[in-house]
């Protein structure tokens, strides 16, 4: 486990669960879908929140490639249902970078974003929409290059380890991006395998919930 800071808490989440919490614990990277192969289902997003819930998450931060439709669907049911879990939703945008694909991703948008286009051009539509970017997997390279033009960065990810991230963990260059771990999970048996505790304090004074 791992404490870092992040997150705003606001109004779209009843205050009565919020003040359960001095610290969250959070998987910041699950999929709304095993893969983009698949249709989107309400009863495997009921499944992935149910899960979190159980293995004693407190947030979750859902996306899907490209796609915003299933977690918005997530935080509907989150919403409608009163689950004890804030879901964050978001989505993982392919973008174009030195003539190769890469990932983006951008929390808090409401309208999907045009994919397979330049990292630039995509950033800009997410900043359009007032959306959080994370860089995730971690890409070192592309962290090296658009670090002022982002919000964090995953340092840990479940299915892509990257020894070398250690180094950016500490460096003052990256101080004022938010940290994130996530367990990438594309099945219910990986969520939460990688998660981070969060202080509400912390959260508070960066804008991921809306």
């Not at 709304?32 to 407190?58: K, V």
């Not at 997530?74 to 392919?94: H, N, S």
Request: proline share 5%; with cysteine.
């Amino acid at each position: 486990m791992f404490s870092c800071s992040c997150l705003q808490v606001t109004s779209t989440y009843s205050l009565p669960l919020l003040s359960r919490f001095r610290r969250m614990l959070i998987d910041f990277h699950v999929h709304a879908r095993p893969s983009s192969l698949y249709p989107i289902r309400q009863s495997w997003i009921e499944n992935i929140l149910q899960t979190a819930i159980r293995i004693g998450l407190d947030a979750i931060v859902i996306v899907d490639h490209n796609l915003l439709n299933g977690p918005l669907l997530a935080r509907r049911i989150q919403t409608a249902r009163q689950l004890p879990l804030l879901v964050i939703p978001g989505v993982e945008i392919t973008s174009i970078w030195n003539m190769r694909a890469i990932h983006i991703i951008a929390l808090n948008i409401t309208h999907n974003i045009l994919p397979y286009r330049r990292i630039e051009t995509i950033i800009d539509a997410i900043r359009k929409q007032d959306g959080t970017i994370i860089l995730p997997h971690p890409l070192l390279d592309l962290l090296d290059s658009f670090h002022k033009d982002i919000d964090g960065f995953e340092v840990h990810n479940g299915r892509h380890p990257n020894p070398k991230i250690a180094d950016f963990r500490t460096n003052r260059q990256f101080s004022n991006l938010l940290r994130t771990y996530g367990s990438d999970a594309h099945t219910l048996s990986e969520i939460g395998h990688v998660t981070a505790h969060f202080d509400v304090e912390d959260l508070t004074r960066r804008r991921i919930l809306r």
